[in-house]
């Protein structure tokens, strides 16, 4: 009997090109976003503290994080498990240290450190960052363990909006990362207030769109 949690929705092939495809740029930009010294969003902020202290990567590193948060999402509530939950725990990192050797191969060195580049580059990495992310989101293939807890959490509770609760959830893992040695910049302190709310207003234009 097929679970609930891995059930194909009508358009399924159409969401899961948008899963991937989201799940490709938000790897893709967050290579660009840790050469940066603006910082990355929360849980990558917490992922590169974690490699000061693991042997691993930055993908084994957010992976083995995944797969104890997604023990606590089956726990707690499977419904948010589905193909884009596996897709974005297991290739977001992946993807990202691929194209963070190519930068480092390819470019001289320093070059995307440089101000004026940074300068250049931020503004778009990070709207496509927000863009790529809301796409995975609107495929409606499950969500990502690091995203799914805070609603599972704002659900079970009625003292705090969930808009509160993802901004506690996003500062809490960036503190972490810092206090692990991860540098702290002015686009993780952005990511930590506004992400969620942004992620969900372009997430909302997007879900229309589909049902035209």
Request: hydrophobic fraction near 55%; proline fraction near 5%.
């Amino acid at each position: 009997m097929e679970k609930k949690w891995f059930n194909r929705p009508p358009r399924f092939k159409t969401r899961l090109g948008m899963m991937m495809t989201g799940v490709f740029f938000q790897g893709f930009c967050l290579s660009l976003l840790r050469q940066f010294e603006f910082g990355t969003d929360p849980f990558a902020l917490f992922t590169t503290g974690l490699t000061h202290y693991l042997p691993f990567r930055f993908g084994t590193c957010q992976l083995l994080c995944n797969l104890i948060m997604i023990a606590a999402v089956f726990g707690m509530d499977a419904s948010y498990v589905g193909y884009g939950t596996v897709g974005n725990m297991v290739f977001v990192g992946y993807v990202s240290d691929l194209f963070y050797w190519i930068w480092i191969t390819v470019l001289p060195a320093g070059f995307l450190s440089r101000k004026m580049v940074e300068g250049l580059l931020i503004l778009p990495v990070l709207a496509l960052f927000i863009l790529a992310a809301a796409v995975y989101m609107s495929a409606g293939l499950g969500s990502a363990p690091y995203d799914a807890l805070p609603f599972i959490l704002a659900g079970r509770q009625r003292k705090a909006p969930f808009k509160a609760v993802r901004m506690g959830w996003d500062i809490a893992f960036a503190l972490c990362g810092v206090l692990m040695g991860a540098q702290l910049g002015i686009v993780t302190v952005v990511m930590a207030f506004f992400l969620g709310p942004v992620i969900g207003g372009v997430r909302r234009r997007i879900e229309e769109m589909l049902k035209d």
